[in-house]
């Protein structure tokens, strides 16, 4: 059973940062590509971003490119993504991604709020 659990979440004035956390569980990280979705009120979830099994690449979305980094620590089972220069914009919560070819397993989000 993989379970994805998100942390890092909370409130932020535009220009700030934040850091999220997915903890992984339930089959060999390393396995799998890892990514983050986000899902603002009334719009659809959309795809931010995605990084490799050896963390070797990384893919975003053009909304946020050169504002956030996503990296991976395998030795801790532990995904990551760095938020730089929030924008109001980026409000939405953020669900932690797992898979091969497929988006297979998804944690339950974490609430991520910019205030302007």
């Known amino acids: 059973q993989v379970q994805l659990v998100e942390s890092g979440g909370g409130l932020v004035q535009a220009g700030g940062s934040l850091r999220l956390s997915c903890a992984a569980s339930g089959r060999t990280f390393s396995s799998d590509g890892m990514g983050w979705f986000r899902q603002a009120p009334g719009k659809e979830r959309e795809f931010v971003a995605s990084?490799?099994?050896?963390?070797?690449?990384?893919y975003y979305a053009n909304s946020v490119k050169g504002r956030f980094t996503i990296s991976r620590d395998n030795a801790k089972n532990t995904v990551y993504l760095q938020m730089n220069s929030l924008k109001p914009e980026d409000t939405a919560t953020y669900y932690c991604v797992k898979g091969r070819t497929t988006w297979d397993y998804w944690g339950k989000g974490t609430l991520v709020t910019v205030s302007s």
């Open positions: 990084i490799t099994r050896s963390g070797g690449n990384t």
